[in-house]
């Protein structure tokens, strides 16, 4: 196994030798087809490839037209790249067949590649809740450190901004405001399992951002009760144990009383899985659509109903 290599960020060997011209048109970025195989994901990288509707119509796109937008890269220290936007691109390339992607070659550090990563992923019509939390905490550790600032949670003034938050700084070619930044970055302090039940909105936004405050203990004893109790905790509900939490007095027994509570106006509805109605379901069809087509199903089969009825009463 041969020795690992440690990117320092130092000037190539070939640099030290060229004159400043050279060097700056050696930094410009540099479209070439790249062998599939010789890019790497970028580590944690929280944007998953997921067979969507976009992802399909992606697929037929490179199939029948290859890849017109090239994937951005860097090269690593040992002579790899690193996709830091493109990686739908790159799996729809793979799915196709191809083993080349046009490829832009960029002179950059890792840290300037996670926020490239991070606003081109923001740009995608579907995201997860847990997709933009870790990229919003990915981008926010990477430009304190851009900064040399110590990773804390609560922002100070960032670089030649005077007064200006990390996350102010981020919010500004974002969707999202500073506030709600700092909701989702909370969010990645959920237990992987209750953080799924967000993405899959069996836990609303806010409850979920009071429920990182639990600890992890108290987050598996608040899991093991949705399981007993099949519900999830309301805003006051979660707020109430985020509440008991930091006093110390959050125990089991709390959490199931606390679940067991009725919550104000509370009315019984009934919920689906996207995915287990996908089979029944015309495809590119709108929430709102699904609503119109699941009644409509419904009434058909009522009627149907009421005809076999009146056959077996003649």
Do not use: W
Not at 43 to 58: A, G, I, N, S, T
Not at 104 to 130: F, G, H, W, Y
Not at 262 to 285: A, D, G, M, V
């Amino acid at each position: 196994m041969g020795e690992k290599r440690i990117d320092l960020g130092l000037t190539a060997l070939d640099e030290l030798f060229m004159t400043d011209e050279g060097r700056q048109e050696n930094r410009l970025p540099r479209i070439r087809p790249l062998p599939l195989d010789m890019i790497d994901d970028m580590p944690d990288h929280p944007f998953k490839v997921r067979m969507d509707d976009d992802m399909e119509l992606l697929v037929e796109s490179v199939k029948q037209h290859g890849v017109i937008t090239p994937i951005i890269v860097r090269q690593k220290e040992d002579g790899r790249y690193e996709c830091a936007a493109g990686h739908r691109r790159r799996a729809a390339s793979k799915i196709n067949g191809l083993t080349e992607v046009p490829a832009e070659v960029r002179e950059m550090t890792r840290d300037e590649a996670i926020i490239i990563m991070c606003e081109s992923n923001l740009q995608r019509s579907k995201i997860l809740p847990s997709e933009k939390a870790f990229s919003y905490r990915m981008r926010l550790e990477a430009m304190r450190r851009q900064a040399g600032r110590p990773k804390k949670e609560n922002s100070v003034p960032l670089g030649q901004n005077f007064g200006q938050t990390t996350r102010e700084a981020i919010a500004e070619n974002s969707p999202d405001s500073n506030t709600q930044i700092q909701r989702f970055i909370r969010l990645t302090y959920l237990i992987p399992e209750l953080l799924k039940m967000v993405d899959e909105e069996r836990i609303a936004f806010r409850p979920a951002v009071e429920l990182s405050y639990l600890t992890e203990q108290e987050q598996r004893d608040l899991l093991e009760t949705i399981g007993y109790e099949d519900a999830t905790p309301s805003l006051s509900q979660a707020a109430k144990m985020k509440e008991m939490s930091k006093a110390g007095t959050l125990s089991m027994d709390a959490i199931l009383n606390i679940m067991c509570q009725k919550k104000p106006n509370q009315k019984e509805k009934i919920s689906f899985h996207t995915e287990r109605l996908k089979p029944y379901l015309p495809k590119n069809i709108t929430p709102k659509q699904t609503e119109e087509y699941i009644l409509k199903a419904l009434e058909y089969y009522q009627r149907y109903r009421e005809r076999m009825k009146e056959r077996g009463d003649r």
